[in-house]
């Protein structure tokens, strides 16, 4: 069941709700540039298992509002807030993969975990995507303004490039070209407003405001968000497990979907 949420007047995020009368509630936060549909291998099979799975497309991705501004860590979050009090979520697992697992770092500590009882990150792009002075791990700041300006000049290619290094195992044609067009489905200009957010924002003292028990789940094989951080997050965020998957890239819900799938319904039953 698909339906608007009102998080500004003039701003509506597109909600994705499957089995509302599920046991527990899974919210799931997309990376950049797809949409909830990037969990579409979780939404065919959680819910058999009695969860309710709800996907929500940031904005100025997927089906939801493409507005020009709000594109920071601190109003997504304040998206997601939105929506949980709408919903009248209590008692969910918050899930976020890559840039949404940012997000949901952000809204933990903004929000004081605000109805969340238990915390899964999927390579999330956190503390710092880009390396700094401080912290040699991430990616360098030059590989983000290329993906800026190749969104400015031919976004498709570079959307087609991004998508040659996402996954570790082997994908066929036909699913690149959906990869893509989930993608394609984002604004430009919210397509680099993001990527510029990675430049301009950091976690580092979100991470020691969680104080619910975090899964993260990392491939050590990500070309996108090094495996690295993943240490970094369990290192800094008070009871967390950290479980390489040693055959993925940055998309383990495809690359090992069903260990991927067992994992985190462990980690919920837990």
Excluded at 67 to 91: F, H, S
Excluded at 149 to 155: F, H, I, K, L, V
């Amino acid at each position: 069941m698909g339906y608007y949420v009102n998080v500004e007047s003039d701003v509506k995020i597109f909600v994705e709700d499957l089995n509302p009368e599920g046991k527990k509630t899974i919210v799931f936060l997309h990376g950049w540039p797809g949409s909830h549909e990037l969990f579409e291998y979780q939404f065919d099979q959680l819910p058999k298992w009695g969860y309710r799975c709800i996907g929500i497309d940031q904005r100025g991705f997927g089906k939801s509002d493409k507005p020009w501004r709000g594109y920071d860590y601190n109003r997504l979050a304040d998206d997601v807030k939105c929506i949980v009090e709408t919903l009248r979520l209590q008692d969910f697992i918050l899930a976020g993969h890559s840039t949404g697992g940012a997000i949901a770092i952000r809204y933990m500590s903004r929000h004081n975990g605000y109805g969340v009882s238990k915390l899964a990150l999927f390579a999330a792009a956190a503390p710092s995507l880009i390396k700094l002075p401080n912290f040699p791990y991430g990616i360098d700041v030059e590989v983000v303004n290329q993906i800026i300006e190749g969104t400015y000049t031919d976004r498709p290619k570079m959307l087609s490039n991004f998508g040659d290094i996402f996954f570790f195992q082997y994908i066929t044609q036909p699913f690149s070209y959906w990869f893509l067009q989930l993608g394609l489905q984002a604004a430009g200009w919210s397509t680099a407003a993001i990527a510029n957010t990675w430049i301009n924002e950091q976690l580092f003292s979100d991470l020691g405001k969680i104080n619910v028990p975090t899964l993260i789940i990392h491939g050590i094989h990500d070309k996108v968000v090094p495996f690295q951080l993943g240490e970094v997050q369990e290192k800094y965020i008070k009871n967390s497990k950290l479980i390489p998957f040693n055959y993925s890239g940055h998309g383990s819900f495809y690359d090992q979907k069903d260990l991927f799938n067992k994992e985190l319904m462990n980690f919920i039953e837990e």
